[in-house]
């Protein structure tokens, strides 16, 4: 197993509202993202004319975000069985996953630079939620995912007119691949390449305030790049900087045990590991070797109090039961770990207080086979 252990520079710049306020993003080290934005208080935070991210653009580093695909707003339900618990229902965005809202943002903001070609890797989500925005700017996107993708995910990427290049047996091979083969006059997107992904997904932050007129206790986020904890927790952060709240919740990272990079940099003291081998996971978004915006996860949960959860297979597989029997939520396998994490954690996530936010970041309608398959195969 290796390590870094050398202290990490995070580059923290303040933009305006426009993408020509930007200083030229660093280029991160290694594909880490280390690059954290700091946008002006604004005179109003939420527009009730707008629709989606929109709702949010006077803290939106692009001009305008020309139109809404129905991103956002999804619901905030309380759980069923605790009553202090809520679930953010990312599977209600338009391709069935929170990267509907990287997506609006970061195609808006291509749209504005002028891009025309964009290359991303992902395991799936990301480059169908791309592909699908990017279809309606004319934007082409090429997206590099692995081998084993799960059929549907890379069936929509082509359904909705993006190019699907299988690489590598993993995500990290993906996006080595295209990190050391991006196309010439092509713009890379990948999170930890392309840091803005994360002002589309601070949007969950703002909404969570929103919804319950104040911020939540505690978050449960899974992470595979760790992109999604970092954003949110960015979200906070901001309305904390703003003077609308004072705290920030404290942000639980939510791997899958042995393929937790960011748990274990966590755990040590340290801000990045890679890890060299990882159990197989039907996790497919969240199994990691190697966590591409682990540092500012690993900053999030450190600057929250947070920490981590690490989960296996066979809890996800509880933890999918339970969302499904209990809370009539159809997470995505990997999105099903923070049932998972709650169920087997629930005393000491609640002894940090009394809101608790479960994000259930994707659907599982793109996963009915592999879900199938895992539930009958264990008898559940
Ligand atoms: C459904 C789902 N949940 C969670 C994640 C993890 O997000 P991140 O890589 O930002 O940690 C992904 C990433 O693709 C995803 O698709």
Redesign the pocket.
């Known amino acids: 197993m290796a390590s870094e252990r050398d202290s990490i520079e995070f580059e923290e710049l303040t933009t305006g509202s426009r993408s020509s306020d930007i200083r030229k993003l660093p280029v991160p080290r290694k594909g880490y993202d280390t690059c954290i934005l700091h946008m002006p208080k604004p005179k109003v935070l939420l527009s009730a004319k707008k629709q989606g991210i929109a709702r949010y653009a006077s803290v939106l580093p692009v001009g305008e975000i020309p139109f809404s695909l129905g991103e956002g707003e999804t619901p905030l339900t309380q759980s069923k069985v605790f009553p202090d618990v809520f679930i953010k229902n ?1 599977a209600m965005n338009p391709t069935g ?3 509907d809202r990287e997506s609006a943002f970061a195609l808006a903001y291509a749209k504005e630079q002028g891009w025309k070609d964009l290359a991303m890797a ?5 480059a169908l939620s791309g592909a699908f925005y990017a279809r309606m700017y004319g934007i082409r996107m090429t997206c590099y995912i692995p081998k084993d993708t799960s059929k549907t995910k890379s069936q929509m990427i082509e359904l909705f007119g993006g190019y699907a290049h299988k690489v590598g047996t993993n995500y990290e091979e993906s996006y080595h691949y295209l990190l050391d083969h991006l196309p010439s006059g092509s713009v890379n997107i990948t ?1 930890g390449v392309f840091s803005l992904r994360c002002e589309g ?1 601070k949007t969950i932050a703002y909404e969570l305030w929103e919804d319950l007129g104040e911020v939540p206790d505690v978050v449960l ?11 949110i927790y960015h979200g906070f952060f901001e309305l904390r900087q703003w003077g609308f709240t004072d705290k920030i919740p404290a942000m639980v990272c939510v791997q899958i045990a042995g393929a937790d990079p960011i748990n274990q940099a966590f755990d040590r003291g340290e801000w990045i590991t890679v890890l060299d081998d990882v159990p197989a996971s039907e996790c497919e ?2 199994v ?1 070797k190697e ?3 682990s540092a500012k ?1 690993v900053n999030a949960m450190r600057q929250s109090g947070g920490f981590g959860i690490s989960v296996t297979d066979d809890q996800v597989i509880d933890g999918l039961r339970f969302a499904i029997d209990r809370e009539g939520i159809f997470p ?1 396998f ?2 099903a770990s923070v049932f998972a994490a709650f169920l087997e954690h629930t005393d000491k996530i609640k002894s940090f207080g009394e809101k608790i936010v479960l994000i259930n ?3 599982g309608l793109k996963e009915i086979d592999l879900i199938n398959k895992a539930l009958q195969s264990s008898g559940r």
């Open positions: 990312e996953s929170f990267k992902s395991s799936g989500n990301a999170s997904a986020c899974p992470a595979g790049n760790g992109s999604a904890l970092a954003s978004a969240i990691a966590s591409f915006c996860a995505e990997s999105s970041t994707g659907s």
